[in-house]
């Protein structure tokens, strides 16, 4: 498959890996892939079905992938519906399952003893202009009259809150909070082994033969190669799923790019005027995302998305010109921060559809591949969803999910091969870097 190198902040918080495979084994559930989809997947589903034996394979170390890479913004919403009512009929439903999912991982990390790295105060879109404070007007209203309880900030209550002038307004969301992302891949992969799931680290899984059962063909110590045969396959791969050859035509593998600063003075943040530290993002369709971490760093991302050959997990650009465009981003935003250096500069994997909605289910002709992919920056929370949802499919009481836009969605449309998907991609990304300069003016 080849492995990106992961240079994150919060590759800091890996924990030594588990064995990697050593002979072959049979089980009831292969999960591929130790991030948040697949943990929460093997989690939830030993839960309910405590007898069956599931396994997770991890090519690399728990939180290889986006997992452990993202700014950490723990959202509502499917990305497609996020302060924007695209599926009105499924809207309220949609809100509180993912607002139920993100109680549900400050338990599961409160009780692993993670408490401290997720901060359960909100977040903010900050807008860039008229335009912009238009639609969150219309949004906060319309949302506040079916339940959603988002509140629409003008530009000094944004500005009393996070510290700067430079945004025109915003929309508040009391129900997210902020995650340091590997300490919840720590917690949910701790939660899991604790009801006896078992995971494998350094174990890439080579091949996957579909069939009843499945067959995955699995680099284990030393190069050599064991099977895992296995009744069902959940992939918790997204970005690296068409490694092995899934969605290779649906989803378009983008990477963005993050920094965090060097750790601050105790007192900078409150100089600044971003005393709350409130997560924000703007509402470019290329956002920039802001954050804190509990070492009182500023984590600052995006902007930007890169495509290259062949859905490549593999960053080929210089990262030194990301550095010196996300440091303009935060001086414009807080002046004050100008010489502040940035630690640690990373790229990340992450897939997107072209109509930037999401898909959770089963396929294969044996309906036994169970997947979750398309997150779009959402996957802190949609991530621990999918999981939920995956088990539930699997052990047959999945109503409460057939209303949801994102249940068995059908991604459009087919992306075309290679040389051609890289010019379609470009163009596409292209258009929508477009979008935002017309968004902008």
Known sequence: MGQDENLSLWKNDSVPRNPPLANDIKVDVAVIGAGYTGLSAAYHMKILRPDEVVVVLEAECAGHGASGRNGGMCLNQASIDYMSMIHPETH?????????CI???????????FGSFIRSSGSLLVNLNDKGIKKSRDYASEASSIGVPVEFWDRGRVAKEIGTKVYAGGLYDPNAAEVEPMKMVQALKK????????VYESSPVMRVDEGRPMVLLVQGADG???????????????????????FKSRVIVSHTEMAATEVLEKNTLSELGWASRLPFHDDHIYLYHLGTTEDNRIT???GNAEYFFNDSVIYRKDLSKRRKALQRELVRIYPALKGVEFEFVWSGVMTFSLDMAQSVGVMGKNRNIFY???????GVSLAFLFGKVIADIYVGRDNE?????????RLPPYLPPEPLRYVAVKSYMGYLRMLDVMRSS
Do not use: C
């Open 92 to 100: 309220k439903l949609t809100y509180d399952a993912t607002a139920q």
């Open 103 to 113: 109680k549900e991982i400050s338990e599961l990390m409160k009780a692993r003893g």
């Open 372 to 378: 979750g992919i398309g997150y779009a920056g959402h």
């Open 191 to 198: 939660a899991a082994e604790s009801i006896g799931v078992v």
């Open 224 to 246: 050599e190669h064991h099977t895992v045969t296995a009744g069902t396959v959940i992939l918790g791969t997204d970005g690296y799923s068409s490694k092995l050859g899934f």
């Open 300 to 302: 600052i991302g995006a």
């Open 401 to 409: 999910w057939k209303r949801m836009p994102f249940y068995q969605n």
